[in-house]
């Protein structure tokens, strides 16, 4: 089964008088969204089991070009991949031979990457707090406001105007943590990354 997640970062100073406020993590997150047109980075991702323990350690590349598309490839420990492109998301799973297809608005629900594609407005889906700094990174909570979303929340780290980790706690209790590196921000990328081909002999879903 395919791992739900994913991811954001900005840069802002505000001037207070004389003095210089540090941008809060719900400024840092709507800058990025506005400034950043296409993204690359490394992740590993952690799910936990229901006592808090680490259940699974995934890797994979994160790409992403706005509006619209993005590609969330997991290579360890299985091959797996959530493709956003044309309105449409794939979700293949290569040990299943599983392609299942959904629409963006159907798939808002199974991939918050969706949130990063520029195709779902920010505040009028979520609900933003603010949750303080913590393991040297300022972290924003954001709560789905449609009560059939498939996550309670996610969590996002952001680092000095860099996107550093997320956290997303599902509908079935499954708590998942995610930690970027090797961060690029607006890379040139070939549009080849965000297509799909259905590999042979592969079982397709289609919800219409």
């Known amino acids: 089964m395919i791992s739900k997640t994913i991811a954001i970062i900005f840069l802002l100073l505000l001037g207070l008088g004389n003095s210089l406020a540090e941008p809060t993590a719900e400024q840092q997150?709507?800058?990025?969204?506005?400034q950043t047109q296409s993204l690359t980075a490394d992740f590993k991702q952690v799910s936990f089991d229901q006592y808090g323990n680490p259940a699974q350690i995934s890797r994979g590349?994160?790409?992403?070009?706005?509006?619209?598309?993005?590609?969330?490839?997991?290579?360890q420990p299985y091959v797996q991949e959530i493709i956003s492109h044309d309105?449409?998301?794939?979700?293949?799973?290569?040990?299943?031979?599983?392609?299942?297809?959904?629409s963006v608005d159907d798939?808002?629900?199974?991939?918050?990457?969706?949130?990063?594609?520029?195709?779902?407005?920010?505040e009028?889906?979520?609900?933003?707090?603010?949750?303080?700094?913590?393991?040297?990174?300022d972290w924003?909570?954001?709560s789905p406001k449609n009560e059939e979303s498939g996550f309670k929340y996610i969590l996002i780290g952001l680092s000095e105007g860099k996107l550093a980790g997320m956290e997303l706690s599902d509908n079935f209790g499954q708590l998942t943590r995610i930690y970027f590196?090797?961060?690029q921000i607006n890379p040139r990328l070939a549009k080849d990354i965000f297509q799909f081909t259905i590999p042979e002999?592969?079982?397709?879903?289609?919800?219409?």
């Open 29 to 34: 997150l709507k800058s990025f969204l506005e």
């Open 61 to 75: 590349i994160f790409y992403l070009s706005r509006p619209g598309n993005f590609r969330w490839q997991y290579k």
């Open 87 to 102: 309105g449409k998301v794939w979700f293949y799973d290569a040990d299943l031979e599983q392609v299942t297809i959904k």
């Open 107 to 122: 798939s808002l629900g199974a991939t918050p990457a969706l949130l990063l594609s520029g195709e779902v407005k920010l």
């Open 124 to 137: 009028e889906n979520f609900i933003l707090s603010q949750q303080g700094r913590d393991e040297d990174l």
């Open 140 to 142: 924003v909570k954001l």
């Open 181 to 183: 590196s090797n961060i």
């Open 201 to 208: 002999g592969v079982d397709v879903l289609e919800q219409q």
